[in-house]
Nanobody, 124 residues
Framework: QVQLVESGGGLVQAGGSLRLSCTASGGTFSRYIMGWFRQAPGTERDFVAVINWSGDRTYYTDSVKGRFTISRDNAKNTVYLQMNSLKPGDTAVYYC?????????????????WGQGTQVTVSS
């Protein structure tokens, strides 16, 4: 089975930056579409960003465009989320997800594997 292990979360001041990492094992990473989701207290899990197999296509939710960048290194079985200009509204648990498919997806039910989540807290 595929396992996803996330790291890089923490506490940061508004306007600061964090880089999240997610390393996969137990599967062929290069064939998975990889996504990032987040869930704030009392809310459902929301889509953040997605990247295709080769890394040449990405899609972001409107609220993070221009601030967040998703990337992947297939040689390291790792996907990243670079988060700049962080806002208190970005505070959430961030989850890495893998989709065994071809088309990039923005719905959580379309993903097959999930990481444990990493907490990101942005203070004002």
């Amino acid at each position: 089975q595929v396992q996803l292990v996330e790291s890089g979360g923490g506490l940061v001041q508004a306007g600061g930056s964090l880089r999240l990492s997610c390393t996969a094992s137990g599967g062929t990473f290069s064939r998975y579409i990889m996504g990032w989701f987040r869930q704030a207290p009392g809310t459902e899990r929301d889509f953040v960003a997605v990247i295709n197999w080769s890394g040449d296509r990405t899609y972001y939710t409107d609220s993070v465009k221009g601030r967040f960048t998703i990337s992947r290194d297939n040689a390291k079985n790792t996907v990243y989320l670079q988060m700049n200009s962080l806002k208190p509204g970005d505070t959430a648990v961030y989850y890495c997800a893998a989709r065994d498919g071809i088309i990039i997806a923005r719905q959580s039910h379309e993903y097959d594997y999930w990481g444990q989540g990493t907490q990101v807290t942005v203070s004002s």
